[in-house]
């Protein structure tokens, strides 16, 4: 069956980095789209950053400069480096195959506090 965990979270000051993990199974990796998606508490989920199957990338607006998405096929992993973290980047973060059928890691939470 289809499996993604996260891993990688934690507590991290302002101006911080982290980088998140999704290690991926069950599935032919290198052919999928993934995403990495964020909600913190009270709002909506959202995008925070899509990488296809060919490596095409693409960033919300409000981490783009900050956060890089990149995939290592060789181990069905895809990763989201988080650098100058700010407070509002406080949010569980999850991992998504985004090509059909899709599927939700359980995510892992990020807290940006001083």
């Known amino acids: 069956q289809v499996q993604l965990v996260e891993s990688g979270g934690g507590l991290v000051q302002p101006g911080g980095s982290l980088r998140l993990s999704c290690a991926a199974s069950g599935f032919i990796f290198r052919t999928n789209a993934m995403a990495w998606y964020r909600q913190a508490p009270g709002k909506q989920r959202e995008l925070v950053a899509v990488i296809s199957a060919a490596g095409t990338t693409n960033y919300a607006d409000s981490v783009t400069g900050r956060f890089t998405i990149s995939r290592e096929n060789a181990v069905n992993t895809v990763y989201l480096q988080m650098n100058s973290l700010k407070p509002e980047d406080t949010a569980v973060y999850y991992c998504?195959?985004?090509?059909?059928?899709?599927?939700w890691g359980q995510g892992t939470q990020v807290t940006v506090s001083s």
């Open positions: 998504k195959k985004e090509t059909w059928p899709l599927y």
